[in-house]
T-cell receptor, first 110, second 114 residues
Framework: SQQGEEDPQALSIQEGENATMNCSYKTSINNLQWYRQNSGRGLVHLILIRSNEREKHSGRLRVTLDTSKKSSSLLITASRAADTASYFCATDQAGTALIFGKGTTLSVSS | KAGVTQTPRYLIKTRGQQVTLSCSPISGHRSVSWYQQTPGQGLQFLFEYFSETQRNKGNFPGRFSGRQFSNSRSEMNVSTLELGDSALYLC?????????????FGPGTRLTVL
C-alpha cells in the first residue's frame, strides 16, 4: 500500500495566494520528501525533511513534519502561475525505497 | 552535469510482446529506481538498484524485471505485455539511496500497449 496520502486531491487558487498541501503516512519513517511534477513530465525534488526535523524552508516553500501525527504539510507562499503542477510527498519504508502518494494537483490562475 | 536520460521516450507495443527500457543516471549516482505512473494508480515503485544489486522491489508481477550495469546504467524489461502496462515509466537516480538523498528523475518513457 502507498505510504503517503496527499490532501486535498486538487486545489485551485489565485496568483499571490498561499497554497497548503498535506500528507499523511502510516508507519514510522526516516525522511519525507516533496516532489513537483509538471504535466506528465519527470518529477523535480523540492525538499527533504528528516524525521528529527520539524520544519524546513526553501525559498517560498515551507515544509513541516509532525511524526506524532504521521503527517507533513507543504506551504507555497505567494503562488505564481508557474507553480501549477502536481505535488507528491514520498516516504521511505524500512529500506531505502521511496513510496509516493497520489499527489495534489495545484492550479494557480492569474 | 547531464541529467537522467531515458530511452526511448515513446513506445508502442502490442499485447504479448516484450519491451526493454533504458536509463542512464547522473554521473556518480549509484542508486537507480524505477516507477510506473498511471492515472488510476499514481506513482508506483517498481524496484531500486544499487551497485548492480536489486536492493528493493515493489509489488509487481515477475513479468517486470530489471538490472543495473557496472556503470550504473539500468534497464527494465516487461515481458508478455498487457493493456494495463500502458503507463509512463520513470527512472530516477540518487547518490547513494533515494530516501537519504534527493532523486533526480528522467523525463520518462511513455509506453502504450495496444
Amino acid at each position: 500500500s502507498q505510504q503517503g496520502e496527499e490532501d486535498p486531491q486538487a486545489l485551485s487558487i489565485q496568483e499571490g495566494e498561499n497554497a497548503t498541501m498535506n500528507c499523511s503516512y502510516k508507519t514510522s519513517i526516516n525522511n519525507l520528501q516533496w516532489y513537483r511534477q509538471n504535466s506528465g513530465r519527470g518529477l523535480v525534488h523540492l525538499i527533504l525533511i528528516r524525521s528529527n526535523e520539524r520544519e524546513k524552508h526553501s525559498g517560498r516553500l515551507r515544509v513541516t513534519l509532525d511524526t506524532s501525527k504521521k503527517s507533513s504539510s507543504l506551504l507555497i507562499t505567494a503562488s505564481r502561475a508557474a507553480d501549477t503542477a502536481s505535488y507528491f510527498c514520498a516516504t521511505d519504508q524500512a529500506g531505502t525505497a521511496l513510496i509516493f502518494g497520489k499527489g495534489t494537483t495545484l492550479s494557480v490562475s492569474s | 552535469k547531464a541529467g537522467v536520460t531515458q530511452t526511448p521516450r515513446y513506445l508502442i507495443k502490442t499485447r504479448g510482446q516484450q519491451v526493454t527500457l533504458s536509463c542512464s543516471p547522473i554521473s556518480g549516482h549509484r542508486s537507480v529506481s524505477w516507477y510506473q505512473q498511471t492515472p488510476g494508480q499514481g506513482l508506483q515503485f517498481l524496484f531500486e538498484y544499487f551497485s548492480e544489486t536489486q536492493r528493493n522491489k515493489g509489488n509487481f508481477p515477475g513479468r517486470f524485471s530489471g538490472r543495473q550495469f557496472s556503470n550504473s546504467r539500468s534497464e527494465m524489461n516487461v515481458s508478455t505485455l498487457e493493456l494495463g502496462d500502458s503507463a509512463l515509466y520513470l527512472c530516477a537516480s540518487s547518490l547513494v539511496a533515494p530516501n537519504y538523498n534527493e532523486q533526480f528523475f528522467g523525463p520518462g518513457t511513455r509506453l502504450t500497449v495496444l
